[in-house]
T-cell receptor, first 115, second 111 residues
Framework: GAVVSQHPSWVICKSGTSVKIECRSLDFQATTMFWYRQFPKQSLMLMATSNEGSKATYEQGVEKDKFLINHASLTLSTLTVTSAHPEDSSFYIC???????????FGPGTRLTVL | GQNIDQPTEMTATEGAIVQINCTYQ??????LFWYQQHAGEAPTFLSY????GLEEKGRFSSFLSRSKGYSYLLLKELQMKDSASYLC????????????FGDGTTLTVKP
């Protein structure tokens, strides 16, 4: 199956700093990438959908100025959590879908802890 | 919008069969997915149904009835490693093709 990587796999940062998470599709071109957030014992919550070369579409309640998403190429999307706060601590997961795929392929996730 | 319901928890015995149900309501159904997620890890794809009927893939099978808004995931010959959360997700053509996830069913397999 298709492979999606994420970097870093975990990160600890101080409150007020920014953190960038990279999501790469390794063996397919992801025309669409989705960013999810998952709190402990809860399901995945979609944050935003990004299409290569265009602005991301954010879900209701997600601050676009706080969670900056860039999808500059068909194999790379980045999520930057700006001015991180402890309540942003969560498991962030990206997934990619291509024009010929019926499903999304998930990255391994990034565990963010904000102190 | 979409409303997806699945049981919160299930317990089964090693070697047995378990069925995890999922019901949904959507205005523009365009496929149902099942994912497996182990604690602390990202989901992995199990199955995809867009037409009515049963899709079998090894020990796992998934069934869909679009008229009833119902699906189930059937796990046979349960193994301890099958202990995980199982997520039902529905894709909606009227919602930019995005998938909405249910809250997941935590399956515990006991010896």
């Amino acid at each position: 199956g298709a492979v999606v990587s994420q970097h870093p796999s975990w990160v600890i940062c101080k409150s007020g700093t920014s953190v960038k998470i990279e999501c790469r599709s390794l063996d397919f071109q992801a025309t669409t990438m989705f960013w999810y957030r998952q709190f402990p014992k809860q399901s995945l919550m979609l944050m935003a959908t990004s299409n290569e070369g265009s602005k991301a579409t954010y879900e209701q309640g997600v601050e676009k100025d706080k969670f900056l998403i860039n999808h500059a190429s068909l194999t790379l999307s980045t999520l930057t959590v700006t001015s991180a706060h402890p309540e942003d601590s969560s498991f962030y997961i990206c997934s990619g879908g291509g024009p010929s795929t019926d499903t999304q392929y998930f990255g391994p996730g990034t565990r963010l802890t904000v102190l | 919008g979409q409303n997806i319901d699945q049981p919160t928890e299930m317990t089964a015995t090693e070697g047995a069969i378990v069925q995890i149900n999922c019901t949904y309501q959507t205005s523009g159904f365009n496929g149902l997915f099942w994912y497996q997620q182990h604690a602390g890890e990202a989901p992995t794809f199990l199955s995809y149904n867009v037409l009515d009927g049963l899709e079998e893939k090894g020990r796992f099978s998934s069934f869909l009835s679009r008229s009833k808004g119902y699906s189930y995931l059937l796990l046979k010959e349960l193994q301890m490693k099958d202990s995980a959360s199982y997520l039902c997700a529905v894709r909606d053509i009227t919602n930019a093709g995005k998938s909405t996830f249910g809250d997941g069913t935590t399956l515990t397999v006991k010896p």
